[in-house]
């Protein structure tokens, strides 16, 4: 009879310590979903790896910093922001919003590209978004601005071509600017003395201003457009 009771006894204890326990792990998870942190579920989870609610601590910890990296990326509103969150999480709760402002924010840059309507503004944009859905339409307006050269001169050898360019230099550099050096396309072919690419319109105004200095000029397609 008394081994009974002793049992009785030790049994009635390990219930107490087990519904302690379990009131404890209680506790921890009620308090954790309040607190409601990255931190608290990372503690959580430190302390009770076993329990039932780890993997849901753990859940809640990924929103938590899926939601923290969204609100920096959204603040920032930069498509190059954006498209590291896509990286980062490309399962993640924002990844269309993401998308939305990817697109956005491309169609705005692509405006400002256009009403800029300078070559440094269209190779800027594609800089940036160089496979974007304005892509193609940027690469062609850049290549517009960029197809045609005015040529000065041409010589039959390198150190001539040279010799002339820094005269042209020192007569035309406030009428011409970046003008160069051009190899031959073929061999034996001569070094062209040519500016950088330009519109048609402004290598043709280019030309005019040149010829009234009384230097040949020519306007020639073959830019350097990428």
């Known amino acids: 009879m008394k081994a009974v009771s002793v049992l009785a006894g030790v049994m009635a204890a390990g219930l107490f310590i087990g519904l302690a326990g379990c009131n404890a792990v209680g506790s921890d998870w009620?308090?954790?979903?309040?607190?409601?942190?990255?931190?608290?579920?990372?503690?959580?989870?430190?302390?009770?790896?076993?329990?039932?609610?780890a993997g849901e601590a753990h859940a809640r910890?990924?929103?938590?910093?899926?939601?923290?990296?969204?609100?920096?990326?959204?603040?920032?509103?930069s498509a190059d922001r954006y498209q590291r969150y896509l990286q980062a999480w490309p399962a993640g709760k924002h990844d269309q919003e993401a998308r939305d402002a990817i697109a956005t924010a491309e169609t705005t840059d692509w405006n400002a590209a256009k009403a800029d309507g300078s070559v440094a503004a269209i190779q800027g944009f594609l800089q940036k978004d160089p496979n974007g859905a304005d892509a193609a339409q940027a690469k062609t307006k850049l290549t517009e601005l960029t197809v045609f050269r005015v040529q000065l001169a041409s010589e039959p050898t390198e150190i001539k071509?040279?010799?002339?360019?820094?005269?042209?230099?020192?007569?035309?550099?406030?009428?011409?600017?970046?003008?160069?050096?051009?190899?031959?396309?073929?061999?034996?072919?001569?070094?062209?003395?040519?500016?950088m690419g330009m519109s048609e319109t402004q290598a043709q105004q280019t030309c005019d201003s040149v010829k009234a200095a009384h230097q040949s000029c020519e306007v020639v397609s073959g830019g350097t457009a990428s």
């Open 30 to 53: 009620n308090k954790a979903v309040a607190q409601n942190t990255v931190a608290s579920y990372q503690n959580f989870i430190s302390a009770h790896p076993e329990d039932i609610r």
């Open 161 to 195: 071509a040279e010799h002339k360019l820094a005269q042209l230099k020192r007569r035309l550099g406030a009428k011409v600017q970046d003008l160069s050096v051009i190899p031959p396309a073929t061999e034996g072919g001569k070094y062209s003395i040519a500016s």
């Open 61 to 77: 910890l990924i929103a938590l910093q899926d939601d923290q990296a969204w609100a920096a990326t959204s603040m920032s509103q």
